[in-house]
């Protein structure tokens, strides 16, 4: 089903499917088409509004009779690393970044296979071929990075243990996937990943690292809110997840979609960008 606001982008709404994060409910997403005239401005406006980014999609959650699933990201200036995330970074003092450009390699795609046969087997991308593979890191109109991590004291020769597809926004770094060596799990290297693109977001002067979506009643998800500086999207506004933010744990009816996309924030004339 398509809608339409007063501007240029057309949304559509998916089909109704089971839900990855939550039993027995079922999720649908708006979204709208990342287009190379104007593909980066519209990430950058639609990620500060929750959206995240699938290649050259743009989608948000639009469930019916739930809203349990939050965009988060986190503020860097308000970010302080605890105990625990000090000890971290301490475990993984061996490891090397290296910022690549969005180009899939054979060692990425095993590195991924591995992840996701060990952590995430029944997951749509369970199945991923390694030309899906490269379509995921390829195919974008926008700024984007491939953040590889290398240790050279795990192993005997430098290898490739982590890796994350990066946005480049221009409010901050928003991490759209990333996967990691899951037999070394002693490290907390997805923990690790996320720190790094703190730092990473410091470095390049940027306010926000962009998390993806945080799911109060979701395992898979609560990590997340283990991060100081943490917020989360929700009534139309960015809110401080330990402060300010007060919110329903259990789901709440959502708006009609075409309430929804009217509320979105886009310039009057789109096609002038």
């Not at 739930?66 to 301490?90: E, Y």
């Not at 795609?109 to 995430?120: A, E, I, Q, V």
């Not at 974008?140 to 953040?147: A, L, R």
Request: charged share 25%; glycine share 6%.
């Amino acid at each position: 089903m398509k809608h339409t606001s007063d501007t240029n982008p057309q949304f559509f709404i998916t089909h109704p499917q089971a839900c990855a994060y939550l039993p027995n409910r079922l999720e649908r997403k708006i979204f709208t088409k990342l287009e190379p005239e104007n593909g980066e401005f519209l990430n950058n406006t639609l990620s500060k509004q929750g959206f995240r980014r699938s290649q050259n999609i743009l989608y948000r959650p639009a469930c019916k009779g739930c809203t349990a699933c939050f965009s988060s990201r986190i503020d860097v200036s308000k970010f302080q690393k605890s105990k625990s995330q000090k000890r971290i970074v301490n475990k993984n003092r061996q490891v090397s970044r290296s910022i690549k450009n969005p180009w899939a390699t054979e060692e990425q795609y095993d590195l991924f296979k591995k992840y996701l046969n060990f952590r995430h087997v029944d997951g749509g991308m369970a199945g991923m071929e390694i030309y899906e593979f490269s379509a995921m890191i390829e195919e974008t109109s926008i700024k984007s990075e491939v953040i590889e991590y290398y240790s050279e004291k795990l192993y005997s020769d430098p290898v490739l243990i982590g890796a994350s597809l990066t946005d480049i926004l221009d409010d901050g770094i928003s991490m759209v996937y990333s996967f990691y060596d899951p037999e070394i799990k002693q490290n907390s290297f997805g923990k690790y990943i996320i720190l790094d693109h703190i730092e990473y977001a410091k470095q390049l002067g940027l306010p926000y690292v962009y998390l993806g979506y945080w799911v109060p009643n979701s395992e898979k998800m609560g990590y997340k809110s283990d991060f100081s500086g943490i917020e989360i999207f929700s009534n139309g506004a960015w809110q401080r997840l330990d402060t300010d933010c007060k919110f329903k744990l259990e789901p709440d009816q959502p708006e009609p979609i075409t309430k929804q996309v009217a509320n979105l924030k886009l310039p009057i004339n789109f096609s002038e960008i």
